[in-house]
């Protein structure tokens, strides 16, 4: 052992102050799995540092230096972390983890469609799907593990609720993404002129209104100029119309809004979307009416899945632009996406553009979206994860991850 070793000079700051010698400090965090400092918000990453021994004082500038270092670089190896002193980094991987979940699997689609598989603690899965297009790159996030509301033209409603994801799980999916993408910053090398993941839709698995603090959370990263600096504008969180969270969600996140219309009468909406027997069309519009930030640049998306015969018909269309008049909004008219066991069929194609022509003849921008990932059950209304479309028990998700169900 040399002098050195035996007794080491504290190490000092620029402002002078004698830093903690980080290798000697004690654990103040509980024995067991290490915390995930993703997700956390700014907040909760500062005091989880001042909790491990971060000093006060430092602790706002290490909190700003983990940020970048993790949702700006995508670093979640401690060690590549340079900025930081070699013990404080050493007792940063003892202490905490830097973690996404896991991909199960990864497919590819013929239109270029990647949809991933992912596994989160409990062992259980959900999807996300990024979209390539031509102007834009769309991440689909997921916001719960299955779906409460059963709306009959969906997968995902097929699946039980199994619980609310994290907001560590679903800035997750984006990491994941970026991963897949390669799409984090090279030393030395001037970024891409476009950004491939450039939007964020939270029209995944679940509702996300029914896990707000989650979602909430989750954007704040994603909009946080130091983190994954999207534009609110560039995220779109759509409801099938949980009302009572609507205004406070213009509030507390920002987003643009999407509402999951899909039919003009309570007596369809009621069987397609059942949460319309508790919030009505007309209590779900005044909601939209009262929505912060509402102007023609900032519109209100109604989806609105086309069904043979059930709600694409001329009338549908003309009582649907009746519906949302004085409203700054376009129309997504989505053909359905059939899966192994739906109900319902496709709209001929002759029919949506006729339902289209009236809806925009009344002022109204009403794109057909492209079917996108149709070869992988990527397309909206799609997704349920794998485990469950094997009806695997909990327990068996569980035992296989080797985690408690």
């Known amino acids: 052992m040399t002098p050195r070793d035996e007794k080491r000079a504290p190490e000092r700051s620029p402002a002078g102050v004698i830093q903690p010698d980080f290798a000697t400090l004690p654990r103040k965090v509980a024995e067991g799995a290490r915390p995930n400092l993703v997700g956390l918000t700014r907040d909760g990453l500062h005091a989880a540092l001042i909790e491990a021994g971060t000093p006060e004082r430092q602790a706002g500038m290490r909190t700003a230096q983990l940020w970048q270092w993790i949702y700006q670089r995508g670093v979640s190896d401690f060690s590549q972390m340079t900025n930081l002193s070699k013990d404080y980094r050493a007792m940063l991987d003892r202490t905490f983890e830097v973690a996404r979940p896991q991909v199960v699997t990864h497919q590819v689609s013929a239109d270029g469609t990647r949809k991933y598989l992912l596994r989160i603690a409990g062992g259980h899965e959900v999807e996300a799907v990024y979209i390539p297009e031509e102007d834009r790159g769309t991440l689909c996030v997921s916001s719960q593990v299955g779906c409460t509301l059963t709306c009959t033209f969906c997968h995902t409603g097929t699946q039980k609720l199994v ?43 679940g509702e996300p209104l029914y896990n707000f603090e989650g979602v909430r959370d ?36 920002g987003t643009l809004l999407a509402i999951s219309l899909h039919a003009t009468t309570d007596e369809v909406r009621n069987e397609l979307v059942p949460i319309n027997r508790k919030w009505p069309i007309a209590d779900l519009l005044e909601a939209c009416r009262q929505y912060p930030r509402l102007s023609n640049s900032e519109r209100i998306t109604f989806e609105y899945v086309m069904l043979k015969g059930v709600n694409d018909s001329d009338a549908d269309a003309k009582r649907l632009v009746k519906l949302i008049a004085g409203i700054p909004a376009k129309i997504n008219l989505i053909p359905f996406n059939p899966w192994p066991g739906a109900v319902h069929e496709r709209s001929d194609w002759e029919r949506i553009e006729k339902f289209a022509e009236i809806v925009n003849r009344a002022g109204y921008a009403s794109p057909v979206r492209t079917p996108r990932g149709e070869d992988i059950l990527a397309a909206c209304g799609q997704l349920k994860s794998a485990t469950e479309r094997a009806r695997k028990t909990r327990a068996q998700i569980a035992e296989e991850a080797g985690l408690p169900g």
Request: no cysteine.
């Open 163 to 205: 619980r609310n994801l994290t907001p560590a799980e679903i800035v997750g999916q984006i990491l994941v993404a970026r991963d897949d993408l390669d799409e984090w910053p090279v030393a030395g090398q001037r970024p891409p002129d476009r950004r491939l993941i450039s939007n964020i839709v939270l029209m995944g698995m």
């Open 218 to 253: 989750a954007m704040k990263i994603a909009m946080d100029n130091e983190g994954f600096s999207l534009s609110r504008r560039r995220i779109t969180l759509s409801t099938s119309g949980v009302v009572p969270e609507i205004p406070r969600a213009g509030a507390e996140i």
